[in-house]
């Protein structure tokens, strides 16, 4: 794994970042770029776990709330600092969608939406998921998520409507995660 860097990749607001995994979350497909903005190539991430561009800024507490929601076929959005192979970094709003199958209705593999986060959401996500990671040192994940609930619950929000507001995940930005799920599905 990289060391990272304090070299941010800015995003193109034009494009988008999409990546398919299976149920485990092992990378089986990444767009063109996904496989520029990573720095990785399309064989380095295939067979590889989605992990492979987790920043360390990032808490553990989100991680586990987006696998619990989506391993049970619920969508959830998320603002997220990944890293590419270099060390530098990328901030990205993720939205989900499972596939499930058709007689089973098991999950049979996740797609992964990205786009440019809004510096907005960068710079109110960026201290608390410091603080968050602070308290995953000395605490674990029971510490950290704690202290986001006692934040929402504080700013009388739930998580799906504090980032949908952060996001503006209204208008066009809605509209392009409803696009990207029909083409890619």
Same mark, same amino acid.
């Given at each position: 794994?990289?060391?990272?860097?304090?070299?941010? %990749?800015?995003?193109?607001?034009?494009?988008?970042? #999409?990546? !398919?995994?299976?149920? =485990?979350?092992?990378?089986? &497909?990444?767009?063109d770029?996904?496989?520029?903005?990573?720095?990785?190539?399309?064989?380095?991430?295939?067979?590889?776990?989605?992990?492979?561009?987790?920043?360390?800024?990032?808490?553990?507490i989100?991680?586990?709330?987006?696998?619990?929601? %989506?391993?049970?076929?619920?969508?959830?959005?998320? #603002?997220? !600092?990944?890293?590419? =192979?270099?060390?530098?970094? &990328?901030?990205?709003?993720?939205?989900?969608?499972?596939?499930?199958?058709?007689?089973?209705?098991?999950?049979?593999?996740?797609?992964?939406?990205?786009k440019?986060?809004?510096?907005?959401?960068?710079?109110?996500?960026?201290?608390?998921?410091?603080?968050?990671?602070?308290?995953?040192?000395?605490?674990?994940?029971?510490?950290?998520? =704690?202290?986001l609930?006692? &934040?929402?619950?504080?700013?009388?929000?739930?998580?799906?409507?504090f980032?949908?507001?952060?996001?503006?995940?209204?208008?066009?930005?809605?509209?392009?995660?409803?696009?990207?799920?029909?083409?890619?599905s």
């Open positions: 794994m990289a060391t990272p860097t304090n070299k941010e %990749i800015k995003l193109s607001s034009k494009r988008y970042i #999409v990546s !398919k995994t299976d149920p =485990k979350g092992i990378i089986t &497909y990444g767009n770029y996904f496989i520029e903005i990573s720095g990785y190539s399309i064989a380095e991430l295939i067979g590889q776990p989605h992990s492979i561009v987790r920043h360390p800024d990032m808490p553990k989100v991680f586990k709330m987006m696998w619990d929601r %989506i391993n049970k076929g619920q969508n959830i959005m998320a #603002v997220v !600092k990944n890293m590419a =192979k270099d060390g530098s970094f &990328y901030w990205v709003v993720t939205e989900f969608e499972p596939k499930l199958d058709p007689i089973t209705n098991d999950i049979i593999s996740h797609t992964a939406f990205r440019a986060a809004p510096q907005k959401a960068i710079d109110t996500m960026a201290p608390i998921y410091q603080q968050l990671v602070e308290l995953e040192k000395v605490g674990g994940m029971a510490a950290s998520e =704690k202290f609930r006692e &934040y929402l619950e504080a700013n009388n929000t739930t998580y799906d409507v980032v949908d507001n952060l996001v503006e995940n209204r208008g066009i930005f809605k509209i392009f995660f409803s696009a990207m799920k029909k083409i890619f």
